[in-house]
């Protein structure tokens, strides 16, 4: 397993929406297929709050992706076809700058110095790496989960820089249930005594070493990006905030349907419990701690904090004069899929319906695709067959 | 605002069912009403998690209590013509046995050595407490959310103990969502170093002093069972997790659908917000804050563990050789109300229609009430048009 990102150094200074700026800042990004001479067949796509550039496996790393079972020679975004980008969100620890990074005026980490972070400056970030390689317009824009929120923001602050949009499992705007999910997730973090205000020891692997220098960097080269500090077992580190806000996630990124099939009232094996006497007990306890456990020291709190506001403050009627229909119908595009899933308690399919009509009235031609997928939000991760036919059948439609 | 509870002291010892024994226990209790001389017109409520005996102000206690719009004269559950009784839980603060009370084997207060607590413990403690009272069988037994389990016990455990039944948003077994969310709940708290293995600072109010003597005490006697432990202002207690805990409760008590219409994106006045950089900014954000400040201290963090716990142990199926519908098969009455909401999604309406179809196979005339309700499952606490409308519909058609 190597390393695929590459890294695009970002215009210094990058302004950022909320009024900060970032100083030789970059963001990281994976790359699979061949741009073509007219450099018309781009696929971008834009992730979740979690997960990084590396969607599938490719020659330098040879791991699964997050994606993987999307992605690839023949598969649904057939990379036989496409030239694929996928960027890992400005803000993200995995390879971007972000507020574990190192800040060059200070020589410090940013930790809670870092600017107030939009998905306006992720997608403008996002935006300039594309630019970066010669790309005046995608063949299609795709956005996952928060990605789909930084993907309107794409398009609506870079006319004409996407041809088509395939929307996965979003919103135009966050609303109250999922600003409650969000909010509490912030809170436990918050609230643990070892996040120290943000001054926790920063876990090796999170992107907090100084920026790469200028340029896009090959990979390798690049990988001198990513952090190298090190830091002792154990530490400071807000541990319990972190599982807690990751089971919290979990619960809304799936669905009760889904579990009641898979765990129902399953218990544990009485030598996987411990002695506690309100320990695990049932299975489903234990596939929450397993989620927890392989997200609380690999993915950075501060990072998490910021990327988790940045959701809850997007809003498409910022540009449509407090309508959301408004805001989406100022988005210029010719085609565009939107999906969703009824089980979906995060981002519920009105919301997803709200997205096509915006974009219909805005004079796109729209496909709407409303599944029924057990998994909830995550379906996209998993309901692997619905989502290949629908994403698939798009991509094959379009030129 | 007086005191109305009247306690009953439990047989002693009181048998539990995961094999555990309380000694010199007693449940508190509340009445609305008279109980007519054929002893037949009783009608017993039987709470969810946190609420006490006080189900609506009486002459005892003019404070308005948690069903006061449902409960009195001429209203839904009419105190002319029913004697009503609400018990409060066994293993609940509010004045009955609980990890806060004192063990009269060892003059210390339980804590994490008070028995394993089920919901058919619950169900065994106030079936004492009514046969005390003189009624060999109630003509109605309510159950709301987990006192719909506990409801669901006290009819298998005791053949004829009721002539009919309203379940009202609740389940015959918890599902792997519900106990997910319970399990988070639970940790949150455990988590919080406050919480010290269940070794915090018992709050004022909470029952922790010794149990009332033996007999059904008259109000004012049985208040000296309430606890008048002194803590300091501050002390050791589980803030932190208990926040976490209520509003992750209030999340899942309540729907999406609701919010969105109740608190949409508005923002707090900059008044209303703090310097924190993730502090609250959304009115919902503030209205989780409020639910969470008024509960934390007012209920035993231990307690609130046992009776989550209990929560997640139940299962209908027990009874069924592993099914639920031949669990429910097993009750006896003449008539049932089963109702539920679309909008819940904690105890899911699916879970209402397995109820009503057992008690229908189990030979009960069943209605079934599917609510719309936008208030998910606390509706039965806010929609009272609808909730009055179908209960007292049924109460004042059953004899």
């Not at 700058?97 to 600017?115: N, Q």
């Not at 956005?143 to 004409?160: D, I, K, N, R, V």
């Not at 919301?351 to 096509?356: D, L, T």
Request: with cysteine; hydrophobic share 40%.
């Amino acid at each position: 397993m190597g390393d695929a990102r590459q890294y695009f150094a970002l215009p210094s200074p990058f302004a950022m929406k909320r009024g900060g700026e970032l100083h030789d800042a970059h963001v990281a990004f994976e790359t699979w297929g061949t741009l073509n001479a007219a450099r018309d067949n781009a696929v971008l796509i834009l992730t979740g709050l979690s997960p990084s550039a590396h969607a599938a496996s490719n020659a330098h790393d040879d791991s699964p992706g997050w994606w993987e079972a999307m992605l690839g020679d023949g598969k649904a975004i057939d990379t036989s076809r496409w030239f694929v980008i996928c960027v890992n969100s400005l803000g993200s620890d995995k390879g971007s700058t972000c507020p574990a990074s190192i800040d060059p005026a200070t020589g410090e980490v940013y930790r809670l110095s870092f600017p107030d972070l939009s998905l306006e400056d992720v997608a403008n970030a996002a935006h300039a790496a594309v630019s970066s390689l010669g790309i005046a317009q995608l063949a299609c824009l795709i956005g996952c989960s928060m990605g789909g929120m930084s993907a309107l923001a794409y398009m609506l602050l870079h006319p004409g820089s996407a041809r088509s949009h395939i929307s996965v499992d979003t919103a135009p705007q966050a609303q109250p249930f999922a600003i409650a999910i969000r909010s509490l997730q912030r809170e436990a973090i918050r609230l643990d005594p070892n996040w120290k205000d943000g001054n926790y020891d920063i876990q090796e692997g999170m992107s907090a070493a100084s920026a790469p220098k200028r340029g896009t960097q090959k990979a390798g080269a690049g990988c001198a990006g990513a952090a190298d500090i090190h830091v002792e077992e154990g530490g400071t580190y807000p541990d319990i905030g972190m599982s807690i806000a990751r089971k919290l996630g979990v619960i809304t990124y799936r669905s009760a349907m889904e579990w009641n099939g898979r765990f129902a009232r399953i218990r544990l094996d009485p030598e996987q419990r411990d002695d506690d006497p309100f320990g695990r007990e049932f299975q489903v306890e234990s596939y929450l701690e397993g989620h927890a456990q392989r997200f609380v020291r690999t993915f950075d709190p501060n990072s998490y904090l910021y990327l988790s506001r940045a959701s809850d403050w997007f809003d498409m009627a910022e540009y449509g004069h407090g309508s959301v229909h408004e805001g989406l119908k100022r988005i210029q595009i010719e085609r565009a899929m939107v999906i969703g899933v009824s089980t979906d308690i995060l981002f519920p399919l009105q919301q997803q319906e709200q997205i096509a009509e915006g974009l219909e009235a805005a004079g796109a031609d729209v496909e709407f695709v409303a599944l029924d997928s057990p998994q909830g939000h995550d379906a996209f991760l998993v309901d692997i067959e619905n989502y290949s036919k629908a994403i698939g059948g798009f991509l094959r439609r379009i030129s």
